[in-house]
């Protein structure tokens, strides 16, 4: 849910499109663990569930690094808030 003044409903100023920063449809952020596993998120969707709450729909990928084989994928979803919070790192690839 995007305000007028270019502001979600989280204070995160509004990209071009409606989206959030930190969760585009189609872009991949990571998040490494102290525990040496690397997360790859792949945003499939962001929408608001049925009270309005925006959630992010994204592939997960969990391996020791970017260019080996994964250890484990899913599908996921978690609060835009949430997801903005651990997944951090933008990466291109």
Known sequence: MVSASGIDVLGHPVASGGEAPGALPG????????????????????????MGIPH???ELRVGRGFDRPADFEETRTLSLETFVGLFREAIDH
């Open 27 to 50: 872009r991949m952020y990571r998040l490494a663990g102290a525990d040496h596993l690397v997360r790859i998120a792949k945003v499939i969707d962001v929408r608001p569930d049925t």
């Open 56 to 58: 992010v729909h994204f």
